[in-house]
């Protein structure tokens, strides 16, 4: 729009549709470019009121609402992800929590626990059940309660370590406790091809 057209326009000038649009482009662009406040530099740059904007805009469809809306939803869909991460990170923070408190642990997973704890204790004499806490993500008084039910001793004194035939015991356990687990493994191992060839069998009845 030419200057002369913009003083013209507080002594009634009627404006063209070219002009008009001009506007209303103008307006559809810096919203969504900055998602609000285009009327307003649209009514300083080309000198016309408000209100005349607002009825340009209606009769041509509200082209500069929708670039609003549109500016918005760009910015929502930016920052959903950001949102959507710490959302999705507090909810397996919580399951984990949960998880935790309610898991229900096998023996094999107990005797692990266990076996750290003797074998620590057998080198060291005594903190096997904070090590075992901190490694396993357990509380002290689960692993103790665990310890009690095979009854081994929750508290080791120092002279524990000095002694070879406790030590030996310990060892002894220790090495047990490691076979009992290889072989469970390779029972799992032969179970599993035992289930192949009776399925094998059954489909070919």
Sequence with gaps: ??????????????????????VVDFVAKYNSENGRGGQSAAAKKFKVTQLTISAWLKAFGGKAAKGAKAAKAAKAAKSAPAKSAKIEK??????SVNSK?????????????????????????RGGQS???????LSVLTVSSWLKGVGAKTKYSRSASVS????????????LGAE???????LQSVR????????SIQAAL
């Design 192 to 199: 599993h091809k035992y289930d192949t060839v009776r399925l």
């Design 1 to 22: 729009m030419s200057t002369k057209s913009k003083k013209a326009g507080s002594t009634g000038v009627r404006y063209t549709d070219a002009q008009k649009k001009e």
């Design 164 to 175: 070879p035939g406790l030590a030996s015991k310990f060892t002894n356990l220790v090495e």
């Design 131 to 137: 090590h075992a806490a901190k490694k396993f993500g």
């Design 90 to 95: 507090a909810k397996k923070s919580k399951m």
């Design 180 to 186: 009992i687990r290889r072989l469970e493994t390779e």
């Design 101 to 125: 408190k309610g898991m229900r642990y096998s023996v094999e997973q107990k005797q692990e626990v266990i076996d750290f704890v003797t074998e620590y204790n057998s080198k060291n004499g």
